[in-house]
């Protein structure tokens, strides 16, 4: 028998049937294929649907209890929706399986099409919900690129290095130790910043240390307090604040990077820190 592709499948029949007696697969389908045969014809012959295949292959369940037999038929049909209706009405039609009396009940027809259609829609949601939640960016995100972009254009140059658009003209100004540190620090609305830009104090920095009353703000790591450290030998800092230990000025919050501004400590009381600690050490040890 021809069995029908599964994309092909428009329908899909579900019987019941019981047996006063022992029966078995092969029993139930000879008796669907000689019972139904000439009821509706040539052309809705089972054997003739089925080698055409218009009619799949017949799945017969039985189960066997106390001398009986119970079982469930599917059959999946190509067929328009009269045409399965007629093939389904016709297996109420049997009586006899093997040589047992047998009652057939028509459970259910499916419209295959019809679970295809729900697993569209379920599908169609998911991928709505990743494009909503994943391809369309956020209001808050596209906002937060505009002020990226306009704070990178506000980085302006001093002799080659990054700085905020009020370096040159503030009496005061705030030296960072890189570029990220400025658009951290322009992010949250302090214009007088400029970077030193590496590890080695540049000219520029030194000059400008003597001319404005200066601030040294750097990570809270080992590179931070050497360049505080080179920063007081080559330059004139008036203030000096570094950001919590392990953490660096790029990555640092609004509410972290005026804390720390807030407890800037001037040169001597920095250099004095160190002593100070040593202090406290010796004494409580």
Not at 108 to 113: E, G, P, T
Not at 257 to 267: H, N, Q, Y
Request: one cysteine or more.
């Amino acid at each position: 028998m021809a069995k029908l592709a599964q994309s092909t499948i428009k329908y899909l029949i579900e019987a019941e049937f019981t047996a006063d007696g022992i029966v078995e697969k092969p029993d139930v389908i000879g008796a669907i294929f000689g019972q139904t045969e000439g009821l509706l014809g040539q052309d809705l012959d089972l054997r003739e649907l089925q080698r055409t295949g218009r009619i799949g292959r017949i799945d017969v369940d039985t189960t066997s209890e106390d001398g009986k037999t119970a079982g469930k038929i599917l059959i999946p049909s190509s067929l328009d929706s009269s045409e399965t209706s007629l093939i389904a009405a016709s297996f109420e039609t049997i009586e006899r399986i093997g040589p047992c009396t047998t009652e057939v009940k028509v459970t259910d027809v499916k419209d295959v099409r019809m679970v295809k259609r729900e697993f569209m829609l379920d599908r169609a949601k998911n991928i709505l919900q990743k494009l909503i939640g994943e391809e369309i960016p956020s209001t808050s995100f596209l906002t937060e690129t505009i002020k990226e972009n306009v704070r990178a254009a506000q980085i302006q140059e001093c002799e080659g290095l990054p700085c905020g658009p009020d370096a040159l003209t503030s009496d005061e100004v705030i030296i960072v130790e890189g570029r990220a540190d400025v658009l951290n620090l322009l992010k949250n609305d302090i214009r007088n910043v400029v970077a030193i830009g590496g590890a080695v104090i540049p000219q520029a920095i030194i000059s400008l240390s003597k001319e404005k009353v200066t601030t040294l703000f750097v990570d809270g790591d080992r590179g931070g307090e050497i360049i505080a450290k080179e920063m007081m030998q080559l330059g004139e800092v008036d203030f000096i604040t570094r950001a919590p230990t392990d953490k660096e000025v790029e990555e640092l919050s609004k509410k972290e990077i005026f804390k720390c501004l807030r407890e800037r400590v001037s040169v001597e009381q920095y250099k004095a820190e160190p002593k100070t600690k040593e202090l406290k050490e010796f004494i409580q040890p």
